[in-house]
């Protein structure tokens, strides 16, 4: 894959973009992206078929299965998920069509969930060995299936070797591996994520934008960096193939003041290309996935030569909301224009990463107020989007969970996978079907995506393009059956794939029973 490494060129849009930027972030709608003329899309308007990228690489682009590793699988009857477990259920992976699985961090941690990693080099002792890894490693790859792992490069835990050694001693060369306040700092300010940034230590103050117990690393020492690198390249030795890139932006972005500017997401773009570059020596194809948790316009300059892929957390909301609500808006229009501009500054090499949920949110079912109808549109949304497809651990059962974290990250319900797998019209069924559609149109896994309108506002429409191949995709958001004439453009299509029997098309109008979904070649 060709992958630009222009690292100098001038990116004035950015200064120019600047003002639209917490615009972007809090509204979906009338939006401007960096690049785009005042009024309208760079690539002309949104008319039906309209301009779609190509918003894919030669990459499978299907669907990853995002496991919470403590809550999926036990294997020993401890109570707790383990790697033994999921290598259990890599068959139920398989045949759910999932081309890849995402772990949680899977390192020692005195948390829960993993996120502030005493060891990045040990496999945590609640999950098994390193020998039930490099196993599960080679069970996934023997089913087709890639592994990508959580790596948290922002902060540790508190209790890290290299942390306590720095925190007790001002001297130690460690010391440099974190941030410190000096006379100047203003202890109490807060941090990017709200909260105190500062908190002491036995000497001194130390940055943790997160919580006392993950303190930040310090980006501008190229130790860390190096230090990160062999880190990712010790788990690629061990076969992984990717990396999901916690907190990818908060690297340098500590402070409320530096949140959406463009001279902070510069440091961070050219730090994780240098990132980048230190895994492509021993693993060209790496696949890097970032967690950018901001709008298009902030994530793009990561696109640019450091990340395969990033989060689009607000088609996220927007699926969610449209399955929620009944109502559909453009969204063929909107994601348009943002791979439009991902393309741009990705000198073409992008992926989406589109997702429903994930471990730090309201679980779908919840969200959807227990509506089995809605899920089944909301994942018919999500499965029909250009990019790879992630699907958290238990939305696919519809399992149910709100804040706090803890309900979000409870045990996969086994029982209930298994009576769903047997019920034709369940929910987990939806899913796996609607996954196999991907692989049998590619299409709808890479490719474009472009606006439609049907003028029936209960039923979401949009093109899906790739090469002469062109798709429109119908979603019925409504309880009731909906009829929608598709337009003299999708004259002389048929129905290719229908999520029901009853799914009609003639003369020129479709019908759909509640919630169904179907795909018109
Ligand atoms: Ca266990
Ligand atoms: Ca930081």
Known sequence: MSRRRDLFRPRTWLVAAGAVLLAAAVVWGPFRLPGERPGGAAGGQAGNAGRAVDAVGERDSNAFYEIFVRAFRDSDGDGIGDLNGITEKLDYVRDMGFAGIWLTPIHP????????????????????????????????????????????ANHTSSRHPWFLEASRNPDSPKRDWYVWADENTNLSAAGAVGGRAWHPAAAGHYLGIFWEGMPDLNPDNPEVLEEMIRIARFWLEKGVDGFRLDAAK?????????????????????????????LEEVRPDVYLVGEVWDAPS??????????????????????????????????????????????????????????????????????????????????????????KAYVYYGEEIGMEGMKPDENLRRPMRWEIAEAQAADPDSLLNRYRTLIHWRKKEPALAGGGIASHATGNDRVASYWRIRGDERLLVLVNLSAETERVPVGEDAAGLDIALATSTDVRLSDGVAELPPFEAAVLK
């Open 109 to 152: 941690s005195p948390s829960d969930h993993g996120y502030d990693v005493t060891d990045y080099y040990a496999i945590h002792p609640d999950f098994g060995t390193m020998e039930d890894f490099e196993r599960l490693v080679r069970e996934a790859h023997a089913r087709n299936i890639r592994v990508i792992l959580d790596l948290v």
């Open 298 to 387: 902030v994530i793009g300059p990561f696109l640019d030569g450091a990340f395969d892929a990033a989060f689009n957390f607000d088609l996220a909301g927007r699926l969610v909301a449209m399955a929620k609500s009944g109502e559909a808006v453009d969204i063929g229009h909107a994601v348009s224009r943002i791979h439009a501009y991902y393309d741009r500054v990705s000198g073409g090499a992008f992926e989406d990463a589109v997702f429903l949920s994930n471990h730090d949110q309201n679980r779908v079912m919840s969200q959807l107020g227990g509506h089995p109808g809605r899920a089944k549109a909301a994942a018919a949304l999500l499965l029909t989007m250009p990019g």
């Open 250 to 278: 908060h690297l340098y972005e500590n402070f409320p003041h530096e949140t959406g500017k463009p001279a902070v997401a510069e440091k961070n773009a050219a730090w994780w290309r240098a990132f980048r570059a230190g």
